[in-house]
């Protein structure tokens, strides 16, 4: 697998995990009332985005009637409704919805991915599934890695599953070990060439965050507009935010 295309061919054929294989191939039978006239993609969902990105964007793992329906991450259920908005506001996404495949969207120097690429039960990977889905993840950030400067962790479960993966690449982490928070940031050294990698954290845009107002949709800009700014991405004039905080 020499580039991203090559690795989110093979991520959607992928069946190592008999219960998410299972759940995510129910959840297609049974469907939605809304999306009963869907075809559901019912595979593993590989990430988006261009392939040069230097900034990534890690989350936790499809819903099962979001990303399980349209074959794309964070498509198609509230979490990406919120993200892709923030996204477009900060001028980083070509529009503020994504509805599906096909649906004409871009991403601006951004990529998406997950540690876990099919749908879990109620949202909850097991350890042995993020552990098994590892390999995916490490090889995409080995591909992104000549232009990769910053990644946005969408959520506690996403930090703790991409720092063995950092490490395991060779990047330092600082001492204490980061801790996962909203607006946390850390900076990675590579003793080899001198490269530096930001982390910054986030809190994920699940529907229960937005609706608690754990998370705000300012909350939500700031995260990515940081990320952005140490991804030292090229300024683009910001879209106008809808109304709300």
């Given at each position: ?132 889905c590892r ?54 050294a590579d ?52 109304p709300g905080?």
């Amino acid at each position: 697998m020499s580039s991203p295309g090559e690795l989110d061919a093979a991520v959607a054929t992928c069946r190592a995990c008999p219960r998410l294989v299972a759940w995510r191939e129910e959840a297609a039978r049974i469907k939605r009332k809304a999306f009963r006239d869907w075809e559901y993609w019912a595979r593993p969902v590989p990430g988006f985005g261009p392939a040069d990105a230097p900034l990534a964007i890690v989350g936790l793992a499809p819903a099962a009637h979001g990303g399980n329906r349209t074959g794309r991450i964070f498509t198609g259920d509230p979490s990406g409704d919120a993200l892709y908005a923030a996204l477009y506001d900060i001028g980083l996404a070509s529009q503020p919805t994504a509805t599906h495949r096909g649906d004409g969207l871009e991403l601006y120097g951004v990529r998406i991915t997950v540690p876990v690429h099919c749908a879990p039960p109620d949202n909850r990977p097991t350890t042995g599934e993020r552990d098994t889905c590892r390999p995916w993840l490490a090889r995409e950030l080995e591909l992104l890695r000549p232009t990769l400067r910053a990644i946005v962790v969408l959520g506690g479960f996403a930090w703790q599953a991409l720092l063995p993966v950092l490490t395991a690449a060779g990047w330092q982490l600082p001492r204490p070990r980061p801790v996962f928070g909203h607006g946390a940031e850390a900076l990675l050294a590579d003793p080899g060439d001198g490269r530096s990698l930001h982390l910054v954290g986030g809190y994920h845009p699940s529907q229960r965050n937005m609706s608690t107002r754990t998370l705000t949709p300012a909350m939500l800009r700031d995260a990515l507009r940081r990320g952005a700014e140490v991804a030292e991405l090229p300024a683009r004039p910001p879209h106008r935010s809808r109304p709300g905080p």
